[in-house]
C-alpha cells in the first residue's frame, strides 16, 4: 500500500501502482458465488413416466466392415462373402438405413480397380458413407495438419 506525503516539491509524481486488493476480493466473491450456484443449474426434472412395450429406438449408426485382401477375397465383419452377396447386402442395408457407413480396409497390394468395383457397388445400392481405413507408419508421431 503506498503513501502520499506533504512534501511533494517540484518532483511531483503520478502514482503508478494499481491497488490489486479490491480486485482480487471481488474474484474471490464471484468465485464463490458462481461454486454455490453452478450445481443448482443442473437440476432436472422428476418425472413419473408411462410405461409402454415398444421396440427400443435405433441410436447407434449401422456399421459394414469390408475387408479386401491381396489375394482378391472379400470379407463382411470378418465372415469370406462373395461379390455378388456382398451387392445384395448393400442393397439391404441401404433398404433398412440409408445412412448406413460402409468402412472399406483393403490390403496395401489390392490393384485400385478392386477397391473402386467395392465402393461403386456400395454407391450403387444407395450407401454414400464409405470410408477408407488405414493405419499409420510405425514410429510415426501423429500430428494434426496445419
Do not use: C, W
Not at 474471490?28 to 432436472?44: D, H, Q, Y
Not at 433398412?96 to 445400392?125: C, F, I, R, W
Amino acid at each position: 500500500m503506498s503513501f502520499g506525503r506533504f512534501d511533494q516539491g517540484d518532483e511531483a509524481e503520478a502514482m503508478s501502482d494499481i491497488n490489486m486488493t479490491p480486485l482480487i476480493d471481488v474474484m474471490l466473491v464471484l468465485l464463490v458465488i458462481f461454486i454455490i450456484t453452478a450445481p443448482l443449474l443442473t437440476g432436472s426434472l422428476k418425472l413419473d413416466l408411462p410405461k409402454v412395450e415398444a421396440p427400443a429406438a435405433q441410436q447407434v449408426p449401422t456399421m459394414l466392415n469390408v475387408g479386401l485382401r491381396k489375394d482378391g477375397q472379400l470379407y463382411l465383419a470378418d465372415k469370406a462373402i462373395t461379390f455378388d452377396r456382398l451387392k445384395a447386402r448393400f442393397a439391404a442395408a441401404a433398404k433398412q438405413s440409408p445412412k448406413t457407413e460402409v468402412h472399406l480396409s483393403a490390403d496395401a497390394a489390392v490393384p485400385y480397380g478392386d477397391v473402386a468395383q467395392v465402393m461403386g457397388a456400395a454407391q450403387n445400392a444407395g450407401l454414400s458413407r464409405i470410408g477408407l481405413i488405414t493405419q499409420q507408419p510405425a514410429g510415426t508421431a501423429s500430428a494434426v495438419a496445419r
